[in-house]
């Protein structure tokens, strides 16, 4: 029982400290981000497991978490409003080629980001071939090239 | 779902901008919290360390008023000089409640012998001088949650009561 109680108190802890942080913070984008990451799941694996090594123990640990997740998703899919407040929505940060600087400056997200975005998914060279830009709930950011949308 | 300009995108900007608010106002608890953390309100920091008994009493108890879950707390026993019996022993008594509470791993120096009892359990050490005083180490580690009060005494003398709160 008591695994199952820590397996939940973790998620719901991670799932409050994440979306605290904002969608940017761990998106992978730098190595360092990716090592963070490795940190911050080494630290919380001791608390998880504690002393009871047994396999058992991972079983339990293991469908806690997954179950708590399906669990989430579906009350999610029926109430929008809880998948908004836990997920956070999509930012409109590059408007027919023009920047809500006021939006990138929350999302903590400059030029550079929209352009590097850009050019690996879309191959763009400059900022005026961008229609649109978007900060996804993933932290990731989605571009629509101009002549996509002409 | 929306469109803005010539895409559809779920924006909802006036939700989005109580969500950024709400992570300020995150942030900064999370600094609180860290803050708290260093000044020993989660346990181990200055905050966190506390005496009881001392003053003209027999024994003087320094312990953490905060502690965590399995992690190692040490209550350190300060025994007034001339307090000894006539043998060279000093006789500490520990409640049960504590006993019951945290997992005793180490105690220093090593108890010369030590006696069950019902509502507590009795371990005597050797002093080397009597007319001076001694110190003796408990090494715990709790084992339940949540505020503990623990009761220890030497044998014959007013119990020095404390209390720990111990996170999960």
Known sequence: MDTMLRGAAIYVFLLIVFRVAGKRTLTQITTFDFVLLLIISEAVQQ?????????????????????????????????PRLERLMEGAPVVIV????????????????????LAAARERQGLARLDQIAYAVVERSGGITIVPRKNVE | MQRIGAIDVDQALE??????????????????????????????????????????????IEYQRFARHGSPLRLVLHVAPNVAARDSTVRVWIGR?????????????????????????????????????????????????????????????????FTVFVFP
């Not at chain 1, 600087?101 to 929209?114: F, P, T």
């Open chain 1, 47 to 79: 608390s998880l497991i504690a002393t009871d090594n047994s396999l058992t123990n991972a079983v339990m640990l293991v469908l806690t978490l997954v179950g708590l997740d399906i669990l989430l998703s579906l009350v999610k899919q029926r109430v």
């Open chain 2, 15 to 60: 939700g989005q901008g109580r969500g950024w608010r709400a992570q300020r106002v995150g942030w900064v608890l999370m600094l609180l919290i860290v803050l708290a953390g260093l000044l020993g309100l989660a346990g181990r920091g200055p905050l966190a360390t506390a005496t009881a008994g001392g003053g003209d009493a027999a024994l003087r």
């Open chain 2, 97 to 161: 409640r504590l006993l019951q509470a945290a997992e005793v791993s180490d105690i220093l120096p090593t108890p010369a012998a030590t006696a069950a009892g019902p509502d507590g359990d009795i371990y005597a050490f050797r002093v080397a001088d009597p007319a001076r005083d001694a110190t003796i180490a408990f090494d715990v580690q709790p084992q339940a949650y949540w505020s503990h009060h623990a009761s220890v005494r030497l044998v014959g003398r007013p119990a020095v009561a």
């Open chain 1, 95 to 114: 408007e027919d080629g023009m920047l809500h600087r006021d939006r990138m400056a929350k999302e903590r997200v400059d030029e550079a980001d929209i």
